[in-house]
């Protein structure tokens, strides 16, 4: 049984800093992909940010210069830290992972998300 566990989120001002973090356990081979994505309130899931095993990062627009996503292979542990947030980065965020279990049945996971709230 594969597990996501995120945990960070929490109540900031505008202008401040929260660190994300979550863990993947469980029987894995290999992580491909580790991700972040986030839910507002009457909207979509949309992604956020996503790392590769090698260290290549992606970032949607609207958090480039301000969210950093980082990862420790050796943990199994995907990071985003989160710089001058704003009122609309208010959401649920959930990490995600494409990962391997023995022998070599790959599938995409979900965490159980954790919430952010900005106040203005």
């Known amino acids: 049984q594969v597990q996501l566990v995120e945990s960070g989120g929490g109540l900031v001002q505008a202008g401040g800093s929260l660190r994300l973090s979550c863990v993947a356990s469980?029987?894995?081979?290999?992580?491909?992909?580790m991700g972040w994505y986030r839910q507002a309130p009457g909207k979509q899931r949309e992604f956020v940010a996503r790392?590769?095993?090698?260290?290549?990062?992606n970032y949607a627009d609207s958090v480039k210069g301000r969210f950093t996503i980082s990862r420790d292979n050796a943990k199994s542990t995907v990071y985003l830290q989160m710089n001058s947030l704003k009122p609309e980065d208010t959401a649920v965020y959930y990490c995600?992972?494409?990962?391997?279990?023995?022998?070599?049945?790959?599938?995409?996971?979900w965490g159980q998300g954790t919430q952010v709230t900005v106040s203005s």
């Open positions: 995600n992972s494409y990962l391997a279990t023995w022998p070599s049945r790959w599938a995409d996971y």
């Open positions: 469980g029987s894995i081979l290999d992580i491909n992909v």
């Open positions: 790392i590769t095993s090698s260290g290549i990062t």
